[in-house]
C-alpha cells in the first residue's frame, strides 16, 4: 500500500499565495507520476496539475501560468504553488499518485483532500 499525507491548505485572499505539499510512502517501487485533483460543492473531481517521473508538466487551462506543479523524486513529495488565487479556485485539493509497488503491481491513490478557500 501507498499513503499519500497532504498539508498546505486553508484561507487566503483573493490575489495571494499557497503551497500544498504531499508526501508519499509505503511499499513503493517506483511512481509514475504525481498530481493534484480539486472538487468544489456540486462539481466533478478535475485535474489541475501533474508531473511525470520525467518531469514532464500538464495543467488544466484555468490555472495555467498561476500554478507551479513540482517534485521531489528523493523525497516522493509533490508540491503545488498556487499563485494570484481567485475565488473560483476554492476547493478540496486532493494528491494523487500512480505507482508501482512491485514490477507488476500498480494502482491510484488519493491523499484525504486538504481545503483551500479563496475569500475576502
Known amino acids: 500500500q501507498v499513503q499519500l499525507v497532504e498539508s498546505g491548505g486553508g484561507l487566503v485572499q483573493p490575489g495571494g499565495s499557497l503551497r500544498l505539499s504531499c508526501a508519499a510512502s509505503g511499499s513503493i517501487f517506483h511512481i509514475v507520476a504525481m498530481g493534484w485533483y480539486r472538487q468544489a460543492p456540486g462539481q466533478q473531481r478535475e485535474l489541475v496539475a501533474s508531473?511525470?517521473?520525467?518531469?514532464?508538466?500538464n495543467y488544466a487551462d484555468s490555472v495555467q501560468g498561476r500554478f507551479t506543479v513540482s517534485r521531489d523524486n528523493a523525497k516522493n513529495t509533490v508540491y503545488l504553488q498556487m499563485n494570484s488565487l481567485k475565488p473560483e479556485d476554492t476547493a478540496v485539493y486532493y494528491c494523487?499518485?500512480?505507482?508501482?509497488?512491485?514490477?507488476?503491481?500498480?494502482?491510484?491513490?488519493w491523499g484525504q483532500g486538504t481545503q483551500v478557500t479563496v475569500s475576502a
Open positions: 494523487n499518485t500512480r505507482a508501482y509497488e512491485s514490477r507488476s503491481k500498480w494502482d491510484d491513490y
Open positions: 508531473v511525470n517521473a520525467g518531469g514532464g508538466t
